[in-house]
């Protein structure tokens, strides 16, 4: 299943530059994939450069948002993840210690070493 690509005006690649930069793939290679120079694709599709990966960002936030407020355990481990980025949640290790500390008492024959 493919989801339809946005039309982004009379850009001819601009779908495909825009889904390319948020995918993480660099404008030096998204040039050498359509064949044009890099400073050509950074003036003609600086936008799509620029907003590409705040886009897919977004559909990846919303996609784990679903999960997270669902049911199982895809659920439970998607909302920790949530919970720890986006909220500052972190786990944390307490140790209780029960019991009495020994009293020892040094002498200076002990600290002559």
């Keep these: 299943m493919t989801n339809a690509v946005e039309d ?4 001819p690649h601009a779908s495909r530059v825009e889904a390319m ?8 290679d998204i040039a050498r994939l359509l064949k ?3 400073e050509v694709l950074k003036a003609a599709y600086s936008d799509q450069l620029a907003e590409g990966h ?3 960002n977004a559909k990846v ?8 407020t669902g049911q ?3 659920a439970v481990t998607a909302a920790i993840f949530w919970l720890k980025a ?6 944390v ?8 500390l020994a009293h020892v008492v040094l002498t200076k024959e002990d600290m002559d070493l």
């Design 61 to 68: 936030a919303e996609s784990l948002y679903r999960i997270a």
């Design 54 to 56: 705040i886009k897919t």
């Design 36 to 38: 044009v120079e890099p």
């Design 86 to 91: 986006r909220a500052h949640w972190k786990e």
């Design 72 to 74: 199982g355990r895809e």
């Design 21 to 28: 930069a948020g995918l993480g793939i660099s404008a030096a």
């Design 8 to 11: 982004l005006g009379h850009l």
């Design 93 to 100: 290790s307490a140790h209780e210690h029960t019991g009495q």
